[in-house]
């Protein structure tokens, strides 16, 4: 069984660029949510992905951007990266929404700094 | 009414002790409570969970309680080991499945 991977490990952007990050989810899992983690700080929900549509926001602006593919791989996409976009990028895949979908197992992350 | 609390901040204990760490919240239509483990640089991973119907669940070194009229829960550390040294997260959802994650314990276990 494969787990959560992530892709970059890190990335350095500067104040204003875009960034595209990726994860894969775990084998048997359809369901992909995204969450920043600011040093020091507990994850916070961006977004979740099912069956290739958003399924539920947190409180994020819209220059975070999401996509979910056929193989249930996901991007998340930040536009016009601002400073406080510094942070871990945490991908976790899910069985559907639903009570066996609260179960969610967490990537590696991606470090994102904004210069 | 969806923030979830957690203390204390950071705890120090030594090798066999039982460090205990506290989550509160506000939302009765939270149905599920994990708490999740973060060793620096890494993602949080999954420990156990727990859901309303029970007041406390084990497995392994870990025990979870869980007050329902307190809107409480907690985390028990049994025999800790340097090894556990970490940052722990307690988190609740509801069908949606967003996770609501408390500000996180760091913990150190002392040789």
């Known amino acids: 069984e494969t787990g959560v991977t992530q892709s970059p490990t890190h990335l350095i952007k500067t104040r204003g660029q875009q960034v595209t990050l990726r994860c894969s989810s775990q084998?048997?899992?359809?369901?992909v949510s995204w969450y920043q983690q600011a040093l020091g700080q507990g994850p916070q929900f961006i977004f979740q992905?099912?069956?290739?549509?958003?399924?539920g926001r947190g409180n994020f602006p819209p220059r975070f951007s999401g996509l979910q593919f056929p193989n249930y791989s996901s991007e998340l996409n930040v536009n016009a990266l601002e400073l406080d976009d510094s942070a871990l990028y945490l991908c976790?895949?899910?069985?559907?929404?639903?009570?066996?979908?609260?179960?969610?197992?967490f990537g590696p992350g991606t470090r994102l700094t904004v210069l | 009414q969806q923030q979830v609390k957690q203390s204390p901040q950071s705890l120090i204990v030594q090798k066999g002790g039982i460090p205990i760490i506290n989550c509160a919240y506000e939302?009765?239509?939270?149905?599920?409570f994990p708490w999740y483990q973060q060793f620096p640089g890494k993602g949080p991973a999954l420990l156990i969970a727990i859901r309303p119907d029970v007041s406390e669940k084990k497995e392994g070194r870990f025990t979870i309680s869980f007050n329902k009229s307190a809107k409480q829960f907690s985390l028990h550390i049994m025999d800790s080991q340097p090894g556990d040294s970490a940052t722990y997260f307690c988190a609740a959802s509801w069908h949606t499945g967003k996770l609501i994650f408390g500000q996180g314990t760091t913990l150190q276990v002392k040789p």
């Open positions: 992905y099912y069956r290739e549509e958003e399924n």
């Open positions: 976790a895949s899910s069985l559907p929404p639903g009570p066996e979908g609260n179960e969610q197992f």
């Open positions: 939302n009765t239509a939270f149905d599920y």
């Open positions: 084998s048997g899992h359809n369901t």
